[in-house]
């Protein structure tokens, strides 16, 4: 029986109601949660194995590095990286199972920045500097640019992205040797960087790299408030705005509906009340009060994200 007369015969059985569409909507939830059931169990013991693969393999090398050799060196880094993923996008190409595939990405995508440095050190004979890393990393971002073209897998855009900031921060320690940057200015640039990686979580959403976007969203607002945040102690500008900027990250997981900026921001306000609280009224008699008042304050912030939450972003 072809598909077209299943469908045919199911719409006739429907329409004669021995089937209602109570029944049909609950064969396909018990379906659905067989099948995410068993694409969870599988994802679960494809990345278990893939950890206890790395864990091996990082024991094993450090066991024998010291008989290996220079050409043995690079190749139980770089070799088997490149080989892995040579494997992850055989199978990948193959169709046989993209998950397989990305845990091979996975696994040469940890060795290959490695093996890349232990290969320039055992060729040049020197400690690498950073603009030696920078040209390294940004080799390797073109490749898993070149790789994410081909295959447009989640993981690959991961390690694009990863590589991509090691260059960019490869880039900024080199120029800090030339022109040092102060703490205030490397401040900044993380800020940036957290923000770009928010315009990236925004881009990917209803894309094939969606798994990505609260990843990147959490890597985001974790990046800046934990910055600004650090910057409240030595400028009162920043202690003046920092309740402004998690309030409007609270603002912006509504407009984005995004949890995770919600949690996050929402652990920011308090962060920043509770160093208030500890900075103007520790050493004064109304130290326990405060404290009671501040426990109200995160019950009522608990209790306010919880039904934005609901309001504005799971509905």
């Known amino acids: 029986m072809t598909k077209q007369d299943l469908l045919q015969e199911l719409s006739i059985k429907m329409r004669m109601g021995e089937i209602s569409k109570e029944d049909l909507s609950s064969l396909l939830k018990a379906e ?15 990345f278990l194995g893939a950890a206890i693969v790395i864990i091996g393999i990082v024991i094993f090398v450090a066991q024998i590095w010291e008989d290996l050799g220079s050409f043995g060196h690079i ?15 055989i199978i ?12 091979f990405h996975a696994l ?8 890349a440095m232990v290969t320039l050190m055992e060729i040049a004979s020197f400690d690498p500097k950073p603009i030696h890393i920078a040209i390294i990393f940004s080799i390797i971002s073109m490749l898993y640019v070149l790789l994410n073209l081909i295959h447009k897998t989640p993981v690959l855009t991961l390690f694009t992205i990863a590589n991509m900031t090691a260059t960019i921060g490869a880039i900024i320690m080199s120029v800090n040797e030339v022109a040092p940057f102060t703490d205030t200015q490397f401040s900044y640039i993380a800020i940036i960087i957290g923000i770009s ?3 990236l979580g925004q881009s990917f959403r209803n894309t094939w790299n969606s798994i990505l976007t609260r990843p990147l969203y959490f890597a985001s607002t974790f990046i800046i408030f934990t910055t600004t945040f650090e910057l409240i102690y030595d400028s009162t500008l920043w202690e003046i705005l920092y309740p402004f900027l998690a309030l409007s990250g609270v603002y912006l997981s509504v407009y984005l509906r995004s949890k ?18 500890g900075e103007y009224f520790a050493d004064s008699i109304g ?3 405060s404290l009671v008042i501040l426990g109200f304050i995160f019950i009522g912030l608990g209790y306010t994200s919880i039904n934005i939450n609901k309001k504005f972003i799971s509905a």
């Open 32 to 46: 659905l949660k067989q099948s995410i059931f068993k694409f969870s169990v599988t994802k679960m013991f494809y």
């Open 75 to 89: 190749l139980v880094t770089l070799g088997v990286g490149f080989l892995l993923t040579f494997l992850g996008s």
């Open 92 to 103: 990948i190409k193959d169709k046989q199972d993209d998950m397989l595939g990305s845990v």
């Open 108 to 115: 040469g995508g940890v060795l290959i920045p490695g093996g």
């Open 197 to 199: 990686y928010l315009i």
């Open 260 to 277: 995770t900026i919600l949690v996050v921001s929402t652990l920011a306000l308090l962060a920043f009340i509770s160093y208030v609280t």
């Open 287 to 289: 130290w326990p009060l």
